[in-house]
Nanobody, 118 residues
Framework: QVQLVESGGGLVQPGGSLRLSCAAP????????MGWYRQVPGKERDLVAR???????NYADSVKGRFTISRDNATNTVYLQMNSLNPEDTAVYYC????????????WGQGSQVTVSS
């Protein structure tokens, strides 16, 4: 069973910063575009940011200019640096690895709670 291991969530005040990390098995990481999604109760899981194997990134409009996704191919880790956090960023954040070989494969992390509150 493929495991993506997340770390870095927690409680932060509005305007603060957090960094999420996600480590993946090497064979999965090398083949995958990596992404971060978030979900609040009663709503669908939404894409926050994504980075392809060659480093191309895309972001949800709501986080552009505040969040930065990056990947370290030496350690098979993807990061999400979150700055200028506001209460609307409160959610469970999930790491995703996706690649396609004949069909699409999706793997998920365990989820990390991020709470932005004073």
């Amino acid at each position: 069973q493929v495991q993506l291991v997340e770390s870095g969530g927690g409680l932060v005040q509005p305007g603060g910063s957090l960094r999420l990390s996600c480590a993946a098995p090497e064979n999965i990481f090398r083949m995958s575009a990596m992404g971060w999604y978030r979900q609040v109760p009663g709503k669908e899981r939404d894409l926050v940011a994504r980075i392809t194997r060659d480093g191309t990134t895309n972001y949800a409009d709501s986080v552009k200019g505040r969040f930065t996704i990056s990947r370290d191919n030496a350690t098979n880790t993807v990061y999400l640096q979150m700055n200028s956090l506001n209460p609307e960023d409160t959610a469970v954040y999930y790491c995703n690895a996706q690649f396609r070989v004949l069909r699409t494969y999706d793997y998920w992390g365990q989820g990390s709670q991020v709470t932005v509150s004073s």
